[in-house]
């Protein structure tokens, strides 16, 4: 079945710093890849997706870049800030059939600190 | 435009009780989705509307948990008898069912706790 791997949290960082939160995946076919954010005390919000092989997602300075090679659809940002202390989720869909479901990794916490 | 509206926020019940929630997604979107998010989990699906008919429910505890989504619109989510491992936050998201576009777009979710 598909599956989602994420890195285990806490991730800590200081201010400025570069973030990488790794993420690979296992699925037949050629699934659509996500990234979600989920703030403290706010629902899930789509952070940024790609839907083909080599399709780079971006959005708020965050990118991933669907690698089909290496099954992987890792998240990065240049240099973090305060308020992005939330917790991430890699997803995929797969696109096979008329069920569409997101299955989910873990999540990530991120806490970045001043 | 409003987003995915879920009530209550917040419940609280015992174990054995019954417990429903409601969920009312963005206007024009023909697909409804439940998931369930355990505490330190990722979200994962219990059943999958379209319009008013199921797509996929083949996660859904069907002795204890039901759905419905009459006249294609809202929803609401059942659990009869509850047990302390339904302690989660549930989410509602829907999408807009086109094949390419279809983003999903999540409520603020319930948070239930079962003592």
């Known amino acids: ?114 | 435009e409003a987003g995915v509206a879920q009530s209550p926020r917040y419940k609280i019940i015992e174990k054995r009780q019954s417990v429903a929630f409601w969920c009312n997604p963005i206007s024009g979107h023909a697909t409804l989705y439940w998931y369930q998010q355990i505490l330190g989990q990722g979200p994962k699906l219990l059943i999958q509307f379209q319009n008013n008919g199921v797509v996929d429910d083949s996660q859904l505890p069907k002795d204890r948990f039901s759905a419905e989504r009459l006249k294609g619109v809202d929803s609401t989510l059942k659990i009869q008898p509850a047990k302390l491992e339904d302690s989660a936050v549930y989410l509602c998201a829907s999408s807009s069912g086109l094949a390419g576009v279809d983003t999903q777009y999540f409520g603020p979710g319930t948070r239930l706790t079962v003592l």
């Open chain 1, 1 to 114: 079945g598909n599956s989602v791997t994420q890195m285990e949290g806490p991730v800590t960082l200081s201010e400025e710093a570069f973030l990488t939160i790794n993420c690979t995946y296992t699925a037949t076919g050629y699934p659509s890849l996500f990234w979600y954010v989920q703030y403290p005390g706010e629902g899930l919000q789509l952070l940024l997706k790609a839907t083909k092989a080599d399709d780079k997602g971006s959005n708020k300075g965050f990118e991933a870049t669907y690698r089909k090679e290496t099954t992987s659809f890792h998240l990065e940002k240049g240099s973090v800030q305060v308020s992005d202390s939330a917790v991430y989720f890699c997803a995929l869909r797969d696109n096979t059939g008329t069920a569409s479901k997101l299955t989910f990794g873990t999540g990530t916490r991120l806490q970045v600190t001043l």
